[in-house]
């Protein structure tokens, strides 16, 4: 057989735009029909229900049913008297047959001179199966719903420029069936962190994104002004501080999903805009938060397919228990250097040996210099799900300093294929240090650091109401989702990810 293409395969789009436009034009006026009127389709079945209810029919065999269903026409097929087109909804495709015995002179020559690929058709037939044993329907009345002006990318062999899928998705989700299966994992993860969470009798809240102060993490934000206040503006860079005024408010599990955002660079991993979930635990610490870190992918793992997943060609496994390490440790491992036994000097002479730095300003301790080779050696080697603890002090100006060794905190972040995914802490509450690590903070801000944490002064007066012993955790929702579902860049799991405008 061979494919009757209205559109010829090398006419630019805006000329099948241009003469899409005239058809429509033409088919309001010669037949008095206009598509985008028809307000309502009783699509009685899915194509999902006929695959399904009619597998079992044998070839040149027929069903008794009729089925209503409706989709677009993703391929179109003219022979003369006859024409097969493909039908896709939101999940299945079926193949449709236009028959003119079966339609009648006037509706199959309405179909064969109006009926377009990527038009949405309301349709209802019977079932059967071809001599060659594909599951069709034979149509017997359908109806023209909707008009597709543009013609499908490549016309039926899919959207593959990924510059085009980010920025027009609409696009991509119709040429790509397998994209949006991907959306629809990200949204089950999602609902996956809920249940666990609310079975675990934790709220879901919301708290500010637009505040006049962006803190809880250490990042650049956007800043933009409210013109009623007169006062600078900024779009959450973390939902943490707001989160512990709740727990200070007696609430005792609180949870939020939503955006952050951060004005910094753009990459495979990076979006400026990005999905998180934060959740704080009162009268629990760290080791709680990883439980539940771990309780939570696992489970997502296990929604989505299987604990064993292959991200781009390597196998990583979600089974529990997951790996437990120090930072220290971690360093050694991979570089042989012991930073518990090194002065801050050596620390300091190693750092730029290696040209972990490129230069140095004269304060740092080797407890600075530590995070610095554990980025330079080991980040990247983490590839199975690896929770890593003791993190220096001096970079985590809102975690609960290690009673044994007041220089880390006891704070993990997991890493999974080189990439954090999860950082959590036992929370400082004790509003006198926290006030000394936010001065500091100010200090490293005018010091350069342009990510240093800002002083919030109503969040400290909080902790001077009390904030009982509180476990915290956040999750990157679009990282693991991209292990879940093998894509390559943080873009392909964000549906309309941030891109510089067209010049």
Known sequence: ???????????????????????????????????????????????????????????????????????????????????????????????????FDELGEKAYTFFKKWVDTGDLLGVAGRPFRTQRGELSLKVSQFTLLS??????????????????????????????????????????????????????????????????LAGGANARPFVTFHNALGIPMYLRIATELYLKRLIVGMFGRVYEIGPNFRNEGIDLKHNPEFTAMEVYWSYANYEDMMDLCEEILVACADEVGSRTVTYQGTEISFEPPFRRASMMDLVKEHTGIDFDALSDQEARDLALKNKVVSELKGYETKYHLLPEFFDAYVEDKLIQPTFVMGHPTVISPLSKRNAANPDITDRFELFINGSEVANAFSELNDPLDQRERFLDQVKQKEAGDEEAHVFDEDFVNALEYGLPPTGGMGIGIDRLVMLLTDSRSIRDVILFPTMRPRA
């Open 147 to 212: 008009k597709a002006l543009r013609p499908l990318p490549e016309k039926w062999h899919g959207l593959k420029d990924q510059e085009v899928r980010y920025r027009q998705r609409y696009v991509d989700l119709i040429a790509n069936p397998e994209v949006r299966d991907t959306f629809r994992k990200r949204t089950r993860i999602i609902q996956t962190f809920r249940r666990v969470l609310e079975a675990h009798d934790t709220l879901e809240v919301g708290t500010p994104i637009l505040s006049p």
């Open 1 to 99: 057989m061979v494919d009757e293409m209205l559109e010829p395969a090398q006419m630019p789009e805006e000329e099948i735009f241009r003469q899409r436009k005239d058809k429509l034009a033409r088919l309001r006026t010669e037949e008095g029909y206009d598509p985008y009127l028809v307000d309502r389709f009783d699509r009685k079945h899915t194509l999902g229900y006929v695959r399904s209810a009619f597998e079992g029919l044998q070839a040149d065999e027929g069903g008794e049913e009729t089925i209503v269903t409706a989709g677009r026409v993703m391929t179109l097929r003219r022979h003369g008297k006859a024409a097969f087109a493909t039908l896709e909804d939101e999940h299945h495709r079926l193949q449709m047959y236009f028959q």
